[in-house]
């Protein structure tokens, strides 16, 4: 779960940081990503959500990404297109995702709008979780 303020800059994707650990059986999180343990490649599953406090508004759009490794985009969740012009109000998306991953593997959850300023994230709004399915 992402605790405190994180402020999301206009037209770029901004890595999750600031995660508050609910439990990690393997230490697998660490440094605001997921690493694959050794020995435990497989099928994972990965659960994201992001909330913004405010905001959007004018045909803006909010998205989503899971990166493997420092850039590499590996998935792309599903967006928020904001349609009314009329007022600034809060949008908020989420995705699943089931990924083949190797030992060592990193993944890292990212932000992207284009509201023309930056945006605060709902504080408690934001999670991003994994589970291994199965093995190799």
């Given amino acids: 779960v992402k605790n405190g303020a994180l402020s999301v800059n206009n037209s770029t994707?901004?890595?999750v940081t600031g995660w508050t650990e609910e439990w990690d059986s393997h230490s697998a999180f660490a440094s605001d990503a997921f690493t694959?343990?050794?020995n435990c490649?497989?099928?994972?599953l990965f659960q994201f959500q992001v909330v913004t406090a405010s905001a959007m508004d004018d045909q803006e759009l909010l998205?989503?990404?899971l990166y493997k490794g420092a850039s590499e985009i590996l998935y792309t969740v599903n967006y928020q297109y904001i349609?009314?012009?009329s007022d600034d109000r809060g949008g908020g998306l989420g995705g699943t995702a089931i990924l083949d991953l190797?030992?060592?593997d990193v993944i890292s959850f990212y932000i992207f709008h284009n509201e023309g300023a930056a945006v605060d994230m709902l504080d408690?709004?934001?999670y991003f979780?994994?589970?291994r399915v199965t093995g190799v």
């Fill in 63 to 65: 998205l989503a990404k």
């Fill in 102 to 104: 190797a030992a060592a």
């Fill in 41 to 44: 490649g497989g099928r994972y």
């Fill in 129 to 131: 979780s994994g589970f």
């Fill in 83 to 85: 349609s009314d012009s």
């Fill in 124 to 126: 408690g709004g934001c």
């Fill in 36 to 38: 694959v343990p050794a």
């Fill in 13 to 15: 994707y901004t890595k």
